[in-house]
């Protein structure tokens, strides 16, 4: 079992920063992908980023490709997604997710957070 807790949304102007932290318990953590995903008001929960066990293999939507990096801290248990350049468009409830092998397939995903806000003003 993996329980996953995010921390970090909050209210920034275009432009700017956040990173966000989801925290997993469970021993086996440090070998499960874990990814991030974002649902905006009115549209489907849609994939983000996602990062290997081991921390050494990313991937990104197109949509936040050289403005967000995905990394992870197997000796903590987190997994990080620090977010820059942020747009209005960008504006979300963020969720992480674990899955013990490669996929972007949210239905495939069997642990999810909670959930953050993040809210991007113009």
């Known amino acids: 079992q993996v329980q996953l807790v995010e921390s970090g949304g909050g209210l920034v102007q275009a432009g700017g920063s956040l990173r966000l932290a989801c925290a997993a318990s469970g021993h086996t953590f440090s070998r499960y992908y874990t990814g991030w995903f974002r649902q905006a008001p009115g549209k489907e929960r849609a994939f983000v980023a996602r990062?290997?066990?081991?921390?050494?293999?990313?991937y990104y939507a197109d949509s936040v490709k050289g403005r967000f990096t995905i990394s992870k801290d197997n000796a903590e248990n987190t997994v990080y997604l620090q977010m820059n350049t942020l747009k209005p468009e960008d504006t979300a409830v963020y969720y992480c997710?674990?899955?013990?092998?490669?996929?972007?397939?949210?239905?495939?995903?069997?642990?999810w957070g909670q959930g953050t806000q993040v809210t991007v003003s113009s």
């Open positions: 997710a674990a899955i013990s092998y490669p996929s972007i397939d949210i239905e495939r995903y069997g642990y």
């Open positions: 990062i290997s066990w081991s921390g050494t293999s990313t």
